[in-house]
């Protein structure tokens, strides 16, 4: 399984920018399916993004309008703008093949973006 890495993360005001970076050990197959997904305190693990083969994109509704994922060859990115405190999180890269779930792929091991108020 290619490997992951996540950077970007860090400590910001409400209504600053960050973009998270996620680079692969390797060449992500162009069909596979990429994503970022976060995970707050006390809280579930949430899809935040993701980016399908051909280009589609799938946003949370609680990031819509404030985040844009964007990919190429070996690595993936989130540009966070006008950020909140609730998307205080870990937030995760995930790589999978087309058509599977999220654990069926790879994952980084998360960089901590914390938002304050």
């Known amino acids: 399984q290619v490997q992951l890495v996540e950077s970007g993360g860090g400590l910001v005001q409400a209504g600053e920018s960050l973009r998270l970076t996620c680079r692969a050990s390797g060449s992500i197959h162009s069909t596979y399916t990429m994503a970022w997904y976060r995970q707050a305190p006390g809280k579930q693990r949430e899809v935040v993004a993701s980016i399908i083969y051909g280009g589609k994109r799938y946003y949370a509704d609680s990031v819509k309008g404030r985040f844009t994922i964007s990919r190429d060859n070996n690595a993936l990115y989130l540009q966070m703008n006008m950020l909140k405190y609730d998307d205080t999180a870990i937030y995760y890269c995930?790589?999978?093949?087309?058509?599977?779930?999220?654990?069926?792929?790879?994952w980084g091991p998360g960089t901590q973006v914390t938002v304050s108020s």
């Open positions: 995930n790589a999978r093949p087309r058509g599977e779930p999220a654990d069926a792929g790879s």
